[in-house]
């Protein structure tokens, strides 16, 4: 009977997970790394490549805006 209660007990304060299996089920993309002609397969969740690809987007902003406002560009 005490063993009963201890694993009920330890049932019930298991830690329970925030987030769904589904949200935290890893998307995978194959990449080709600079350099290298060869692929690759690189896994992260869902929120990781929302992060990803934002600072990708904000890096290639950044790009376009410096080469537009460089000195001596002929922007007409």
Do not use: F, Y
Not at 23 to 43: A, F, H, L, W, Y
Request: charged residues 20%; positive net charge.
């Amino acid at each position: 009977m005490l063993t009963t209660l201890l694993l009920a007990a330890a049932m019930q304060a298991a830690p329970t997970p925030s987030l769904s299996p589904a949200t935290e089920k890893p998307i995978c993309r194959r990449e080709i790394p600079m350099g290298s002609n060869m692929m690759r397969k690189v896994c992260h969740t869902r929120a990781e490549w929302a992060r990803i690809d934002g600072e990708n987007a904000s890096a290639s902003e950044q790009a376009l805006r410096q080469r537009v406002n460089r000195p001596g560009s002929n922007s007409n």
